[in-house]
C-alpha cells in the first residue's frame, strides 16, 4: 500500500518496505540533514541513503512529490 505523507517541508509517498526509511529521515535527521537529500534528489532525480541499521533508500523526485523506496 501506498501512503503519502509531509515531512521537512516535502510531500513523501512510501510503501510498507521503506516505512523504516521515512523514520529514519524525518526523525533522526535534521532539515538541514534531511535537506542533503532532498535536493540531491530534485537536482539530479533521486539521491540514495543508508540508514543507522545499514538498511539502503532511494529517495525520487518526479512531478513535484517525492517517492521512498527500499533497495
Do not use: C, P
Not at 515531512?7 to 533522526?28: A, F, M, N
Amino acid at each position: 500500500m501506498i501512503t503519502k505523507t509531509t515531512t521537512h517541508g516535502h510531500v513523501v509517498s512510501y510503501d510498507d518496505k521503506s516505512s523504516q526509511g521515512l523514520r529514519y529521515i524525518s526523525l533522526e535527521l535534521d532539515d538541514s540533514e534531511a535537506k542533503v537529500f532532498f535536493d540531491q534528489a530534485y537536482e539530479h532525480g533521486s539521491a540514495i541513503f543508508e540508514d543507522h541499521m545499514g538498511l539502503k533508500y532511494k529517495l525520487t523526485h518526479s512531478g513535484g512529490e517525492y517517492q521512498l523506496t527500499h533497495i
